[in-house]
């Protein structure tokens, strides 16, 4: 039947793009005398994660799963100097009006998660004053000012 798991991923709750268990590779490395389809059969994995196994086990010595990233790159590489200037220039600015500047200055529309994250990256941090308790006469402002704008 196409689409019907068996094996392990089907009682672990295994998921694409997920890690086998530490177990699972223990067992897997633990049958060398077994051809790569023999073990991948047995415990109901693929050939080439067998392979991948075995030749990650050779190479650096590790049996324990590698790290997963993504290699695609993130939509602001390349653009950091231009964001340093942006921050230096409006250090009041919030990451919405950051997000804002982006798309229309580097036509580059991307979420506010993603501009902190790359922010944090480059150590450039929004709040410039140090902490001081709130003033008990001054209420804050009704309308929020952009970088730039009157």
């Not at 059969?41 to 997963?68: H, M, T």
Request: hydrophobic share 35%; with cysteine.
């Amino acid at each position: 039947m196409i689409g019907l798991r068996t094996g392990p991923e089907a009682t672990m709750g295994w998921r694409r793009g997920q890690a086998y268990s530490q177990d699972l590779r223990d067992r897997v490395l633990a049958s060398d005398g077994l051809s790569a389809a023999a073990v991948a059969k047995r415990f109901g994995v693929s050939n080439s994660y067998v392979i991948k196994a075995r030749e990650r086990r050779d190479r650096l010595g590790d049996v324990a799963a590698g790290r997963q990233t993504s290699h695609t790159p993130g939509k602001l590489d390349g653009h950091d100097d231009a964001l340093q200037a942006r921050v230096v220039r409006c250090p009041d600015a919030t990451l919405a009006e950051h997000c804002t500047w982006a798309r229309a200055e580097l036509g580059i529309s991307l979420g506010i998660t993603a501009m902190w994250k790359r922010l944090r990256r480059l150590k450039l941090t929004l709040k410039k004053s140090a902490w001081s308790p709130p003033s008990k006469r001054a209420l804050p402002s009704s309308k929020p000012v952009g970088c730039g704008t009157s």
